[in-house]
T-cell receptor, first 111, second 115 residues
Framework: DVKVTQSSRYLVKRTGEKVFLECVQDMDHENMFWYRQDPGLGLRLIYFSYDVKMKEKGDIPEGYSVSREKKERFSLILESASTNQTSMYLC??????????FGNGTRLTVT | SQKIEQNSEALNIQEGKTATLTCNYTNYSPAYLQWYRQDPGRGPVFLLLIRENEKEKRKERLKVTFDTTLKQSLFHITASQPADSATYLCALDPSLGNAGNMLTFGGGTRLMVKP
């Protein structure tokens, strides 16, 4: 079974802090994604990557950046956390034309 | 604008009945549509995929239909059980050429199956 592991289940950070969310997958998938999930808004795509060192903006990239230095690892970076970035963050991976495999999420609270 | 709509109100049904969840979309021409299950505090888990040229797909107690004329997919769980209680998400491929797996998700419908 594909395993997508997000390094933290819960994080509490202060406004203005730099935050790193880490995601690792073990199935050699080319594609990796970061979504955020908010009540009433569903899952919204932040960034995705089709290959190492490659990144593309999703629907809501503002305030975020990503890093993909190795195929199995995709990091989401909040350069200066703000309270409106309090959310559930979900990482996913896939190979072409196959369904998404999600991690269990990181619930980030910015105070 | 492009939109995917699922009933945001929870669906409450009695154990043993068939649950039917609806996914409607506008201004998309998806190549396929997917359904996921999400339990509280967990990531979504893939259930079924149906392609634009398929009318119906089944997997055990699950059935999905896809009507590209109505722009609607229905997700059925027959002989429902309390363990089926979860939020169900539909997602579609916008068919934007090389967008690949860039899925767009609906807001999800919470299903509660009462014993």
């Amino acid at each position: 079974d594909v395993k997508v592991t997000q390094s933290s289940r819960y994080l509490v950070k202060r406004t203005g802090e730099k935050v790193f969310l880490e995601c690792v997958q073990d199935m050699d998938h080319e594609n990796m994604f970061w979504y955020r999930q908010d009540p009433g808004l569903g899952l919204r795509l932040i960034y995705f990557s089709y290959d190492v060192k490659m990144k593309e903006k999703g629907d809501i990239p503002e305030g975020y950046s990503v890093s993909r230095e190795k195929k199995e690892r995709f990091s989401l970076i909040l350069e200066s956390a703000s309270t409106n970035q309090t959310s559930m963050y979900l990482c996913a991976s896939t190979t072409n034309n196959s369904p998404l495999h999600f991690g269990n999420g990181t619930r980030l609270t910015v105070t | 604008s492009q939109k995917i709509e699922q009933n945001s109100e929870a669906l409450n049904i009695q154990e043993g009945k068939t649950a039917t969840l609806t996914c409607n979309y506008t201004n998309y021409s998806p190549a396929y549509l997917q359904w996921y299950r999400q339990d509280p505090g967990r990531g979504p888990v893939f259930l079924l995929l149906i392609r634009e040229n398929e009318k119906e797909k089944r997997k055990e107690r699950l059935k999905v239909t896809f009507d590209t004329t109505l722009k609607q997919s229905l997700f059925h769980i027959t002989a429902s059980q309390p363990a089926d209680s979860a939020t169900y998400l539909c997602a579609l491929d916008p068919s934007l050429g090389n967008a690949g797996n860039m899925l767009t998700f609906g807001g999800g419908t919470r299903l509660m199956v009462k014993p």
